[in-house]
């Protein structure tokens, strides 16, 4: 009852705000930063390096729809929302977009009125387990005790795991990721299961990295990706098609090193269109025709930047799997640019 | 009578003789006060077992600490080199390689002089407070801040010119420090236009122009008090202000600033982080809360209905919500409220709610204060003649705010650890905030006991002189001699 009507006012709240600035595009012009919500800290996906300059996953969007918006892929204004913050930073208007490994699920996408413009990183939850301790698979995990983050839908997932394959477990809560990883390592839980991509960033960095595995179930769908407020449809077309311009140029082999050599050679009407040599695809979202160009030219294609951050030549090392493009057996697909 | 002749008692004293070995020296020590019984011997070495325990443990790790190296695996390479493979060491290359993030966030480098000259003016502000007019000792106080931020501001990198600017800055006040140390209160009044001014830069005539506010206040609230009476005097001062502020300050500052174009390149509050974003909090909700307290306090003591309800309902309200809360309203109520697009900064935000949250604390530690004065001295000042802001300045408040020194040092005191919280909505506090985005650097992820302890004991040192001071400044005022 008190959540319901918690999520009802911030939903009206959010319908009155998003009325009062529906063109959150004039804003962004009008105001020359965008304002991007991200991840207080979170490895290779977003966080301020020891100078102070965001690097990450999910900031490479901001700064492209920022590139592709207003020309500059520095103007942006980085706000760091914490999980708790994030939705009403978005619906309050403090921000213009979310760019913050937020699961997209049902009632987020309708009771919050949010909409998720695109999938940029699929993501599920996994478990990892030390070596030594036999287990092979997830359904072997009986009597085990686990270290996982409270309040998390992670928790919700793993009871339902547990209970589906009717097997026992001990929850160790903890209250963020590094203590859980504190806690596994000390030998305080025998498996400590987060997202997968977490997973790989914390097994990176352990002292002896194979003696712990990630077992091979994933139990949960995680499908993260950048968040726009409800109602300002074309603002959220501007986000999706950018991110879908990076996802594009991966498939027709653009980068951001060979953008302007692709423009000035190519044949290909698809790619003349992405790129703004041919048709006005641009001004149908009340951009200029450039916008593709300058959104890849930010910080590279969509396999530059997972290679960049987080693929398999950084100390993460996360494979492409199921973000590898539709046509390496993954699940990133651009729609046509037409 | 005559002295006998037989010495039945001795005629001088026997040389005083050392007391046995057990009512002395350490072994009388350890009997009564470790030793004193089977139960207290029980628990002596339980206790020493455990600080046993915990020094084995942690001394090597503390030991074996590693200072040169640029992620947490070379920090382990280099302590398995030092101590062989099963080794535990301490991985303080973290803190060299971001020290910079715990105090100042993302404040921009070149620019760390201006946190320090304001932090060091802060020490020199507080000093006309401490040290009302007492030449040698502010004197003393000026010289040592002057060359702690000299050193500082080397250890930060600062250019030569700056250098000499903050310098020259303190050179001055200790020239009125030796000249005139009464004339030391304007740097304290001065200082929240001219910390503001340093921290935040922009344009020289924003804060004079806040200022000027102030002044007209001043003037207006002077002009009108002996006709008006204090209170309405107060409040037709405080409409003038405002309109000044909100209308008119503004179009004379631009003008102002096209004419004499000066000041600091700007720095924006989504920099500011670390240490740097607790003393901003904690200090301007500290230095604001106390005066609002004192007028709660009042406030709640008062005969008016009106104003005691409102006290009261304020009071209570603040101090039955948990400052979580009001961090949230901050971070998220307050946007709904305000029309859209205007950018209210959220660090403005957080200081203005946890200013009031601390000033329902403060409020009621002072109404402690008035609660202890005897009646008697409310009838003396009524007998005196004095109306009632004139008791209150002159006879009240004094002897109230001395009672109440070791409670409104303890709420100040958590005050500045509860700034910590503002985690939870996302700015970068050195706990929390500055910790998570270490660990999120692939390089130092899964460090986990450096920065806490690095912050802590900051914290620490904080802490702990601000709880000296109020000792210090409770001896000075001597509270239990009434």
């Known amino acids: ?98 760019a913050r490994n937020s699961t997209w699920t049902y009632s987020r996408d309708n009771d919050l009125k949010l909409d998720f413009v695109a999938v ?95 077992l091979p179930e994933i139990i949960s769908k995680e499908p993260l990706g950048p968040v726009v407020r409800h109602g300002d449809n074309n603002w959220g077309d501007i986000v999706r098609w950018t991110f879908y311009a990076l996802v594009a140029a991966e498939e027709m082999g653009i980068t951001s090193a060979n953008v302007e050599e692709v423009a000035g050679s190519t044949q290909n009407p698809e790619v003349k269109r992405l790129l703004g040599l041919e048709g006005d695809l641009g001004a149908m979202m009340g951009l200029d025709k450039d916008w593709g160009k300058r959104a890849i030219a930010a910080s590279g294609n969509y396999g530059e930047i997972f290679a960049a951050n987080i693929g398999e030549s950084t100390p993460i090392g996360l494979a492409r799997g199921l973000n590898a493009l539709w046509t390496q057996g993954g699940l990133q697909y651009a729609p046509p640019f037409r | 009578m005559t002295e006998s002749s037989i010495a039945f008692a001795r005629t001088e004293m026997l040389p005083q003789q050392e007391p046995p070995l057990s009512e002395r020296g350490i072994v009388k020590w350890l009997h009564e006060n470790l030793f004193s019984g089977w139960m207290n011997s029980i628990l002596t070495l339980l206790g020493l077992l455990s600080v046993f325990l915990i020094v084995k443990r942690a001394l090597p790790w503390l030991l074996y600490g590693v200072w040169d190296a640029n992620s947490l695996a070379e920090c382990r390479e280099a302590v398995a080199a030092m101590a062989g493979p099963d080794a535990h060491g301490a991985c303080w290359a973290m803190i060299r390689e971001r020290w910079h993030q715990f105090l100042f966030g993302f404040y921009p480098m070149d620019q760390y002089w201006r946190p320090v000259l304001a932090f060091a003016l802060m020490i020199v502000a507080l000093a006309p407070v401490l040290y009302y007019g007492l030449r040698r000792i502010n004197m003393l106080m000026v010289g040592i801040v002057g060359v702690l931020m000299v050193l500082a501001l080397i250890g930060v990198g600062t250019d030569a010119a700056h250098l000499l600017v903050a310098v ?26 001219v910390g503001f001014f340093l921290l935040w830069g922009g344009s020289v005539w924003g804060p004079i122009g806040a200022l000027a506010g102030f002044a007209i206040f001043g003037a207006v609230w002077s002009l009108l008090q002996k006709k008006l009476g204090v209170v309405v005097a107060a409040g037709v001062g405080l409409v003038v202000a405002a309109m000044w502020w909100l209308v008119v300050q503004t179009k004379v500052t631009t003008v102002l600033h096209e004419f004499l174009p000066a000041g600091l390149p700007s720095v924006d509050s989504d920099q500011f982080g670390g240490f740097l974003l607790a003393f901003v909090i904690g200090v301007t909700a500290i230095a604001a809360s106390l005066p609002l307290g004192i007028l709660l306090a009042l406030g709640r003591r008062s005969d008016m209905l009106l104003v005691k309800t409102l006290s009261v309902g304020f009071i209570e309200f603040i101090r039955g919500v948990p400052l979580i809360t009001m961090l949230f309203v901050a971070s998220l109520l307050l946007q709904y409220f305000l029309p859209p697009q205007t950018n209210f900064d959220l660090i403005l935000r957080v200081i203005i709610l946890v200013t009031l949250f601390a000033s ?65 909505v996302g700015l970068a506090d050195p706990l929390q905030g500055i910790t998570k985005i270490v660990r999120a650097d692939i390089n130092w992820k899964g460090i986990y006991w450096e920065p806490l302890i690095f912050v802590g004991v900051i914290f620490f040192i904080v802490c702990f002189s601000m709880s000296r001071y109020s000792m210090y400044l409770e001896r000075k005022l001597k509270r239990d001699h009434r």
């Open chain 1, 120 to 214: 940029n990183y699929y993501d599920g939850q996994g478990f990892m387990v030390k070596k030594d301790l036999g287990v092979a698979s997830a359904k072997e995990l009986d009597g085990a005790t686990v270290c996982i983050q409270t309040g998390t839908t992670t928790e919700l997932n793993l009871a339902d795991f547990f209970k589906e394959n009717n097997i026992t477990y001990t929850p160790v809560t903890v209250a963020d990721d590094a203590e859980a990883q504190r806690q596994y390592v000390a030998g305080a839980c025998d498996a400590f299961t987060t997202d997968a991509s977490g997973l790989a960033a914390t097994r990176a960095t352990l002292p002896d990295a194979e003696n712990h595995i990630i």
């Open chain 2, 360 to 424: 329902a604390y403060i409020a009621e530690v002072i109404r402690g204060g008035l609660a202890a004065l005897p009646r008697g001295q409310y009838e003396a000042a009524d007998a005196l003649g004095l109306d009632y802001w004139q008791a209150q300045r002159l006879i009240i408040m004094p002897q109230a705010l001395k009672i109440s020194i070791p409670g409104i040092v303890s709420s100040f005191i958590g005050l500045f650890k509860d700034t910590t919280l503002v985690a939870l």
């Open chain 2, 168 to 193: 020259g800055v303190f050179a001055a006040i200790f020239a009125v420090a030796a000249a005139a140390p009464t004339k030391l209160v304007w740097v304290t009044i001065l200082f929240p236009a």
């Open chain 1, 1 to 98: 009852m008190k959540r319901s009507v918690f999520l009802g006012t911030l939903a009206g709240a959010a319908l009155l705000a998003g009325y009062a600035s529906a063109a959150t595009l004039d804003d962004v012009k009008a105001r020359g930063v965008l304002n991007c919500g991200v991840n207080t800290g979170l490895t290779g996906f977003g966080a301020p390096d020891a100078t102070g300059n965001y690097t990450g996953f999910d900031v490479a969007i901001c700064k492209a729809v920022a590139a592709a918006v207003l020309g500059d892929a520095s103007k942006v204004k980085y706000t760091p929302t914490t999980g708790e913050t994030r939705f009403t930073a978005l619906a309050s208007g403090e921000v213009d977009m979310l």
